[in-house]
């Protein structure tokens, strides 16, 4: 039978560092707060159930915390007394019997499941208690891990370290697995006699061999247990972010000229053989279908890219919309909540809204889709194969027929049928030989005024 594990995850800190209005844990990584990834990670490592340690912003954490596949208690942690004691917050959960105990933090966010799962495996194999470390290039201020003929024996922190000590540069992430049958008696022992006056967790680790467990450390990349603090920090975890997540999607099959110019969002779906030239952003949202094109310095969100489609260069895609196999939006065009048929085209200088364009249909340079009349919006709906002449104003609600041609420089406020040609302007007037006349008074203009000066 598959072992039981609670993960406690501790978000109670007060962010003081970040300077900002609010937790630090609700900032955003690739457009998702950096408490879900943590959350997405556990639940990612097959853990059911988790509870959230959470301080400030506790409402708003614990909503960005709540996950789909993982039951989430929370309990809040008033005074912050050090990590042994916001585990310990924790006790009624740990209580209902656990086979094994996960403590990750909030604000380390790009931890990966399968780290979890490494060293909850460990548990499975005898250890009593296992710790994530890493080896850092720079490692004041961290826990050092002090390991003997491979035990782990005791954590260190920096302030109570000796000179020797100090220079152990294998540290302590935080993040541990404990024997779940264990976990209170142990985190029970824990007092505050050291230079900070804090309940340490990492206390653990000498309590728990002085109780004959056996206590192991195991290795992770630096790069996945960076912790954040401050918005340079911050800053520095999207960048790592991203260059993994490029990474892994080119490595799908998918190809980046400039991969260190593409941004992602979490949730970005880019099938095989999409190509992606230089400075494009992902926002949440967006799936684009094998074959497709998304040209430099175009903006995605919320939309659908079929198969074989292009977009921009220039482009900007706004949420819900959704461009049909073949189809095309060209250089300075905005699309928002509008379905493109396959084949149409909508190539320069257009935005279309709250709109649908039936397959083969041509949208010429400059039109535009009225959508807003300051107080609602409304549809314009286009058919299949028609014709927008360029520069026209389609003044919504409004729909064009299949087939169906609109002269350029129309605005179009009534519907046109199916096969119609619709001319939304002023017929054009030519008056022989009058060009001459206008210039003659022109210049009889510019005389007078020069006469009166
Ligand atoms: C801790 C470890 C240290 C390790 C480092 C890694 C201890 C005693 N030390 O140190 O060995 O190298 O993390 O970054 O555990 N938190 C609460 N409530 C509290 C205290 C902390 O929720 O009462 C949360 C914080 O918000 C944070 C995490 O626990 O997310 C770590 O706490 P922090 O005070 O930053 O620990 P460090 O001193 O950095
Ligand atoms: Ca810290």
Not at 95 to 122: C, H, M
Not at 169 to 177: Q, Y
Request: with cysteine; hydrophobic share 45%; charged share 25%.
């Amino acid at each position: 039978m598959a072992r039981t594990c609670l993960a406690v995850i501790l978000a109670a800190g007060d962010s003081t560092r970040m300077k900002s209005s609010m937790s630090k844990v609700l900032h955003p990584i690739a457009g998702l707060p950096m408490i879900s990834h943590v959350m997405r990670a556990v639940r990612d490592a097959e853990i059911q159930d988790a509870v959230l340690v959470l301080g400030r912003d506790a409402d708003a954490v614990a909503k960005a915390g709540a996950v789909e596949g993982m039951a989430v208690s929370t309990v809040l942690q008033t005074e912050r007394k050090g990590t042994g004691h916001a585990v310990l917050m924790a006790r009624d959960a740990i209580a209902k019997g656990f086979d094994e105990i996960l403590v990750t933090y909030g604000d380390v966010p790009l931890v990966r499941s399968e780290t979890f799962q490494n060293a909850r495996s460990l548990l499975s194999l005898g250890a009593d208690l296992v710790v994530i470390g890493f080896e850092a290039a720079d490692p004041t201020g961290y826990g050092r891990l002090l390991v003997e003929d491979g035990q782990l024996v005791a954590i260190r922190e920096h302030k109570d370290a000796t000179e020797e000590e100090r220079k152990v540069t294998c540290c302590n992430s935080g993040l541990m697995v404990i024997n779940g049958a264990k976990a209170l008696g142990w985190l029970e022992k824990i007092d505050n006699k050291n230079a900070k006056g804090e309940y340490y967790l990492t206390d653990l680790v000498e309590i728990a061999r002085a109780d004959g467990a056996k206590v192991v450390a195991v290795d992770a990349p630096e790069a996945e247990l960076a912790g954040c603090n401050t918005r340079a920090e911050l800053a520095l975890l999207e960048a790592s972010w991203q260059n993994r997540r490029r990474h892994e999607i080119m490595l799908s099959g998918v190809s980046m000229i400039a991969p260190e110019t593409v941004f992602l969002a979490f949730d970005t779906v880019l099938q095989q053989d999409v190509l992606v030239e230089p400075n494009v952003v992902f926002g949440p949202g967006v799936t684009v279908e094998s074959g497709a094109v998304i040209h430099a310095f175009s903006h995605l969100e919320g939309a659908h890219v079929a198969s074989g489609a292009t977009v921009g260069p220039f482009a900007r895609l706004r949420p819900g919309a959704d461009l049909g196999p073949d189809s095309k939006v060209g250089n300075f065009c905005e699309v928002k909540k509008a379905t493109i048929g396959k084949g149409a085209k909508v190539n320069h200088l257009t935005y279309i809204g709250d709109a649908s364009i039936g397959a083969g249909s041509n949208i010429g340079a400059g039109t535009i889709t009225c959508n807003y009349d300051g107080i609602n919006k409304h549809e314009t709906r286009i058919g299949e194969n028609a014709f927008i002449g360029s520069n026209s104003a389609l003044v919504a609600p409004v729909s064009i027929g299949n087939g169906a041609y609109v002269a350029s420089g129309s605005v179009i406020t009534e519907n046109v049928p199916d096969e119609a040609l619709a001319f939304g302007r002023a017929r054009q007037e030519v008056k022989p030989d009058r060009a001459k006349q206008v210039r003659e008074r022109a210049l009889a203009f510019k005389a007078a005024k020069k006469a009166g000066q």
